[in-house]
């Protein structure tokens, strides 16, 4: 299984809105509504933001929102904030019970 | 709140095994999935397995002949072993919780994450 597949990076200045793609395949995304994102800040904790595709834990601000399109998920941060520069990561329940994580995309806030 | 706490050696060696304990305080680990997850230097996250309350496993396809991960309900632990190590297993290893109904729906909540080096 290859990883899903995420631009390497993003960039947007505070207040702008970003959206970070994540692509995978009929048999992964495309199948499942089990898409995932996590934001990662380097030597912390991921933190869970969107999962079934477009549900956000409690405590998840509104400003980060999560879709789908075919084998394609998104997630989309509107009023960027300079604490949102973090790696970002999907993932996706994968055939066999299996579990399968993007590359992850480095947001630059500018 | 439940909390995760991953223990273990920093160091192993090439050809040996890593082994690694998360216990899980603040609640019962009972009824959820309990992954490991891994970030080798960078590199992104790589998902290496897990056990469900019950006892049931499953593994990445990629590690399944190295790894084993069980349970200790009576401790509130799960652990992983990780055989025949080489230098690409040298990474940060995170325990993560699985709130959802199947295997990597939502990792709600991960241990702070422990570095192993594997070197002579």
């Known amino acids: 299984q290859s990883a899903l597949t995420q631009s390497r990076s993003v960039s947007g200045s505070p207040g702008q809105s970003v959206t970070i793609s994540c692509t995978g395949t009929s048999s992964d995304i495309g199948r499942y509504n089990y898409v995932s994102w996590y934001q990662h800040h380097p030597g912390k904790a991921p933190k869970l933001l969107i999962y079934?595709?477009?549900k956000r834990p409690s405590g998840v601000p509104g400003r980060f929102s999560g879709s789908k399109s075919g084998n394609t998920a998104s997630l989309t941060i509107s009023g960027l904030q300079a604490d949102d520069e973090a790696d970002y990561y999907c993932?996706?329940?994968?055939?066999?019970?299996?579990?399968?994580f993007g590359g992850g995309t480095k947001l630059s806030v500018l | 709140q439940v909390q995760l706490q991953e223990s273990g050696p920093g160091q192993v060696k090439p050809s040996e095994t890593l082994s690694l304990t998360c216990t899980v305080s603040g609640g019962s680990i009972s009824t959820y999935y309990w992954s490991w997850i891994r970030q080798p230097p960078g590199k992104g996250l790589e998902w290496l397995g897990y056990i469900y309350s019950s006892g049931s496993t499953n593994y990445s396809p990629s590690l399944e002949s190295r790894v084993t991960i069980s349970v200790d309900t009576s401790k509130n632990q799960f652990s992983l072993i990780l055989r025949s190590v080489t230098t690409a297993d040298t990474a940060v290893y995170y325990c993560?919780?699985?709130?959802?109904?199947?295997?990597?729906?939502?990792?709600?909540?991960w241990g702070q994450g422990t570095t192993v080096t594997v070197s002579s």
């Open positions: 993560a919780r699985d709130s959802g109904a199947a295997a990597g729906i939502a990792f709600d909540i």
């Open positions: 993932c996706s329940h994968v055939p066999a019970s299996s579990v399968l």
């Open positions: 079934d595709v477009n």
